[in-house]
Nanobody, 118 residues
């Protein structure tokens, strides 16, 4: 069992940066692939980034490549999403997820709102 809690969302102007943090509890954190998803109003949820158990491999949505960076600290049970050069189209609720096989994840956080103004 893994419980997740996101933080770090907020309002930022286009071109700015935010760092999302996901604190996880549970013994299985270090053995699970972690991911960040987002869902904008009226749109489907999409996988933004993912990172494997030891951090050796990562995935990024094409539209965020070069701007977002996912990382994890297994000692602190934390996964981060550094978001730079934000665009209005990045506006969404961002969710942390664990126990992921590609886009299917077993555990989800409550989400944190990210709003990018133009």
């Amino acid at each position: 069992q893994v419980q997740l809690a996101e933080s770090g969302g907020g309002l930022v102007q286009a071109g700015g940066s935010l760092r999302l943090s996901c604190a996880a509890s549970g013994r299985t954190f270090s053995s699970t692939t972690m991911a960040w998803f987002r869902q904008a109003p009226g749109k489907d949820r999409e996988r933004v980034a993912a990172i494997t158990q030891n951090g050796g491999s990562s995935y990024y949505l094409e539209s965020v490549k070069g701007r977002f960076t996912i990382s994890r600290d297994n000692a602190k049970n934390t996964v981060l999403l550094q978001m730079n050069r934000l665009k209005p189209e990045d506006t969404a609720v961002y969710y942390c997820a664990a126990g992921c096989v590609i886009a299917r994840c077993s555990y989800w956080g409550q989400g944190t709102q990210v709003t990018v103004s133009s």
